[in-house]
């Protein structure tokens, strides 16, 4: 074997060393973390989820079930929204309470609102607004709380569903949607005449 084959030899040895060695490793880092999820991961996750669990708050759920009108409001969802305002803007939170008692006597959200000083009509707006949004507050500090369950999906539900996707380029909300050719909809008088011509045939 000549000197050009004997080094083609040990390149190929120390590439099938080095594969064989990286292969060991990786086994070896998966087997330790299979083994280490199966003794510690009921704990950790049993962790993870209390750290995300969040008490229900029957007072907002009750209240926001009579400012936004539906029922059937997710319960999880309601004590999610409370935290953030409590986080976020406690005074706002502070008005919950007294909006809940006042809609115990006026369940409609107009009566509701009628009846609430301007303090708590605000304070029954802004969680009209989360509800319908999603979201607690704007900017960076803003909470998101919901995106398919918001209820701006509810009134096209039967025939939309929440993209989960960019629709446009960046900002492509803000731009004006084209202009509607009213004349594209509507009957012309030589539409009118085709017409008639053509049942005549």
Request: net charge negative; aromatic share 6%.
């Amino acid at each position: 074997m000549d000197q050009a084959s004997d080094l083609a030899f040990e390149e190929a040895g120390e590439i099938s060393i080095g594969m064989t060695r990286r292969a060991f490793a990786i086994g070896t880092a998966v087997s330790l973390m299979l083994a280490a999820c199966h003794g510690a991961a009921p704990s950790q996750a049993d962790g993870a989820a209390d750290a995300l669990a969040v008490p229900e708050d029957p007072v907002f759920l009750s209240l926001s079930q009579a400012i936004t009108g539906h029922p059937d409001l997710d319960p999880v969802i309601a004590a999610r929204t409370a935290q953030a305002f409590r986080q976020l803007f406690p005074e706002v939170a502070a008005t919950f309470a007294p909006l809940a008692a006042l809609a115990s006597r006026h369940p409609d959200p107009t009566a509701l609102l009628n009846a609430a000083t301007p303090a708590q009509r605000e304070g029954a707006m802004a969680v009209v607004t989360a509800w319908y949004t999603g979201t607690v507050g704007t900017g960076v500090t803003a909470q998101a709380i919901a995106y398919a369950d918001a209820l701006m999906n509810r009134p096209v539900a039967d025939a939309l569903f929440p993209p989960t996707y960019q629709l446009g380029g960046p900002a492509w909300w803000t731009a004006a949607p084209p202009p509607v050719d009213a004349r594209s909809h509507a009957a012309t008088p030589d539409d009118a005449q085709q017409t008639a011509g053509k049942s005549h045939v």
